[in-house]
Nanobody, 115 residues
Framework: QVQLVESGGGLVQPGGFLRLSCVVSGRIFSFNVMGWYRQAPGKVRELVAGITSGGRTNYAESVKGRFTISRDNAKNTVYLQMNSLKPEDTAVYYC?????????WGQGTQVTVSS
């Protein structure tokens, strides 16, 4: 059974940084895209960033230039480096993995940006 385990969330001041990690446990034979969504209270879940198996990336307009998604295949891990954090980045961040005909979600990690 494949699971995604996130870590790295927490409380940070505006202008600060955090790095989220998402480790894939279990065996997967291929995936198309991995990435991150986020959901703030009272709002719909939105895509933050994604990375394909070929290394192509895409970002939400609101995080371009501040967030960077990357992956380490040897460690089965995807990272989200978040810099210049703003209060509006406060949300639960969810890792996801898209394979042939399925999507797997992580349990989510809370990111709070506040002074």
């Amino acid at each position: 059974q494949v699971q995604l385990v996130e870590s790295g969330g927490g409380l940070v001041q505006p202008g600060g940084f955090l790095r989220l990690s998402c480790v894939v446990s279990g065996r997967i034979f291929s995936f198309n895209v991995m990435g991150w969504y986020r959901q703030a209270p009272g709002k719909v879940r939105e895509l933050v960033a994604g990375i394909t198996s070929g290394g192509r990336t895409n970002y939400a307009e609101s995080v371009k230039g501040r967030f960077t998604i990357s992956r380490d295949n040897a460690k089965n891990t995807v990272y989200l480096q978040m810099n210049s954090l703003k209060p509006e980045d406060t949300a639960v961040y969810y890792c996801y993995l898209d394979g042939p005909g399925y999507r797997i979600w992580g349990q989510g990690t809370q990111v709070t940006v506040s002074s």
